[in-house]
């Protein structure tokens, strides 16, 4: 069954330094997605990505965030100079927009980042 | 911002009685609602789903029930098997003019399966 993956599963950087966190979309869909989860709080929305560019994005993904698609595969989420505040649980999700499971969101294992 | 909300932060049920998740939400927007699974240090897995022109949605032993009108769902496992043990999130999304929007999730809910 297709998967998303991610890379790396953790990832422990020092505060200023510049992470990028890599993920695999499953192969046919067309919308991708980087959520993250700070320890015992909820799963929240980063951003989203279609066409090549960003569809929507939340307060949290501000000009420190940026993502890319360098090649057909792939999907990165970099932070350019991190902040001890975002050590997280980092999740990469894909989806289709088509056939009886349209919406449906499907998510990798996840990289946790840790700022010291 | 609270607009899903899953007010059992856990769950205990024995060994092959019924299970029932609840979950609220706020936003008359949504119209697409999911439930995902998570064991610790993994990703979120896709469990079942319900879109808001239907009100009940089974595959195997899981439910999903959708009350529009208060605006409420819930998960139903039954049998409930200890594999079944883990964090259960509920989340919720419309459709924007690109196509798929983005999941807001509650809490969770923490199930564990007594044998």
């Known amino acids: 069954e297709p998967e998303v993956t991610q890379t790396p599963s953790h990832q422990v950087t020092q505060m200023g330094q510049e992470v990028i966190l890599r993920c695999v979309p499953i192969?046919?869909?067309?919308?991708f997605y980087w959520y993250r989860q700070i320890l015992g709080q909820k799963v929240e929305f980063l951003v989203s990505f279609y066409n090549n560019e960003i569809s929507e994005k939340s307060e949290i993904f501000d000009d420190q965030f940026s993502v890319e698609r360098p090649d057909g595969s792939n999907f990165t989420l970099k932070i350019r100079s991190t902040k001890l505040e975002d050590s997280a649980m980092y999740f990469c999700?894909?989806?289709?927009?088509?056939?009886?499971?349209?919406?449906?969101?499907?998510f990798g294992p996840g990289t946790r980042l840790l700022v010291l | 911002d609270q607009q899903v909300k899953q007010n059992s932060p856990s769950l205990s049920v024995q060994e092959g009685r019924i299970s029932i998740l609840n979950c609220d939400y706020t936003n008359s927007m949504f119209d697409y609602f999911l439930w995902y699974k998570k064991y610790p240090a993994e990703g979120p897995t896709f469990l079942i789903s319900?879109?808001?022109?239907?009100d009940k949605n089974e595959d195997g032993r899981f439910t999903v029930f959708l009350n529009k009108s208060a605006k409420h769902l819930s998960l139903h496992i039954v049998p409930s098997q200890p594999g079944d043990s883990a964090v259960y999130f509920c989340?919720?999304?419309?459709?924007?003019?690109?196509?798929?929007?983005?999941?807001?999730f509650g809490t969770g809910t923490r199930l564990t399966i007594i044998p």
């Open positions: 192969s046919n869909h067309l919308y």
């Open positions: 999700a894909s989806s289709d927009s088509r056939g009886l499971l349209a919406g449906t969101q499907y």
């Open positions: 989340a919720a999304s419309g459709v924007n003019d690109f196509g798929n929007e983005k999941l807001t």
């Open positions: 319900i879109s808001s022109i239907k």
